[in-house]
C-alpha cells in the first residue's frame, strides 16, 4: 500500500453529503502531512545506514594506502616513516574496532527506531482506507434517507423511512466513532515526531563526536612521525618567485577591472 492511493481514495470523497468542504480538507492535510514524515523518516533511515558504510569505505581506502606506501623502497629505509607507518596501521585497527561499537550503537540509537517509526504508517494507511469505507457507507445511507422522504408518506414508505434511519443513524455513529479516534491518532503522530526522534540525534551527534576525535587525536599522533625535522627552504630564485607571485596576488586584489 502507498500514500498516492490512499490520498487518491480520500480526494476523491471530499464532496460527501455528510461532510463540509472544510471537514475533508483538514483531514486530507493531515494525511499528507503523515505522507511528508513517513517520507522524511525513509530517507533518515537510508542515510543512517549509509552513514556507517561510508565510514567502512573511508576505512579501507586508508588500508590501501598504507599497504601501498608500506611497499615503496624509500619508505622501508626511512626509519622515522617506516615508524609512521607502524603506527598508522595500529590506528586502523584501533579505528576498526570503534567502527564496530560505532555501527552497533548507532543501529540501536537510530536506526532501529527511526524503522520502528516507519512500521508505524501501514497500519494508519489501512485506518484511514476504513474510515473512508465507512464515509461512503454513511454518505450512501443518507442519500437514501433524502430519497425516501421526498416520497409519498404511506403507512410502507414510513416503515421503509425508519429502517432507512435506523440504517444512517448507525452508520454515522460508527464513522463518527472511528473518524475521532483516526484524527487524534494522526495528529499524536504528527505532533510527537520532534519529541520521539530528538532523543536519538542526539545520541548519533554523540557517537560521531567520539569517533570523529579520537580519530583526530590519533592522526595528530600519526602525523608527528611525517613532518620533516629541518623544512627545506626555497632557493633564492623560489623566493623571488614566490615574492612576485605574492605581488601579482595583491596588484590583482586591487584592480577595479
Known sequence: MNWERVLKETQAIKA????????SRDFLFRARKLEELENISQMLHKDSKALAERDAEVLKAQKKL????????PIQEDKTLTEGLREWKEHIKQQEDLLATTASDMNKVMVEPVKKLINVFPAI???????????????????????QKKKERTGPNLVKLDTLQKALNNAKEEFESENTILCKKMSDLYEQRTQYIL??????????TRQLGETYRACVEIEKH??????????????H???DKNRFQEFKALSIV
Not at 460527501?16 to 471537514?23: I, K, N, P, R, W
Not at 613532518?227 to 632557493?235: A, Y
Request: hydrophobic share 25%; charged share 25%; aromatic share 4%.
Open 16 to 23: 460527501s453529503s455528510v461532510l463540509s468542504t472544510g471537514e
Open 66 to 73: 598504507v599497504h601501498d606506501l608500506d611497499a615503496r623502497p
Open 125 to 147: 494507511q489501512t485506518a484511514i482506507r476504513k474510515r473512508n469505507h465507512l464515509l461512503n457507507e454513511y454518505d450512501k445511507c443518507q442519500q437514501k434517507v433524502d430519497k
Open 199 to 208: 532523543p536519538s540525534v542526539h545520541a548519533l551527534i554523540n557517537l560521531q
Open 226 to 239: 611525517f613532518k620533516s625535522p629541518n623544512p627545506i627552504n626555497p632557493n633564492p630564485t623560489d623566493r
Open 241 to 243: 618567485t614566490l615574492t
